[in-house]
């Protein structure tokens, strides 16, 4: 695993991989019919709140066209009535705030998820989300 990290980018290889599947045009259309399908199995006409957390390799780029995925899927949920926040500003923030690098927040060499220091921030603003309501 050390060895990989030197010697390679494998966050930035693993985001622009799946970053493809969002070059396809249907796939607003898929993914806000996934959204409807989810909003259906909510008893009681209660929200569908969705949280987009973001690669590392993203907060590293630090550039908008690498937030094309965030886009597409906030567009789609616009479509299928489900609330979606982006945390990416805010934990871009979150490290600058406090002089970090974004994978200071993440597992080592691991793209998407997030050690414990990761885990505090997303607790912090998910629940900042919610109690807005």
Do not use: C, W
Not at 11 to 18: E, I, Q, S, T, V
């Amino acid at each position: 695993m050390l060895v990989k990290s030197l010697a390679t980018d494998s966050a930035r290889d693993h985001f622009l991989a799946d970053e493809l599947y969002y070059d396809d045009p249907q796939t607003i259309e898929v993914l806000s019919s996934q959204f409807t399908k989810l909003k259906r199995l909510l008893t009681d006409e209660k929200p569908l709140v969705l949280f987009i957390f973001p690669y590392e390799y993203q907060l590293r780029a630090g550039s908008l066209e690498v937030l094309e995925p965030q886009k597409i899927i906030k567009e789609a949920g616009h479509r299928a009535g489900v609330t979606i926040y982006d945390l990416y500003d805010e934990l871009a923030e979150y490290l600058k705030a406090n002089r970090l690098p974004s994978k200071a927040i993440y597992l080592f060499n691991d793209p998407l998820h997030f050690n414990s220091v990761g885990h505090h921030a997303i607790a912090e603003l998910v629940y900042r989300h919610i109690n807005r309501g």
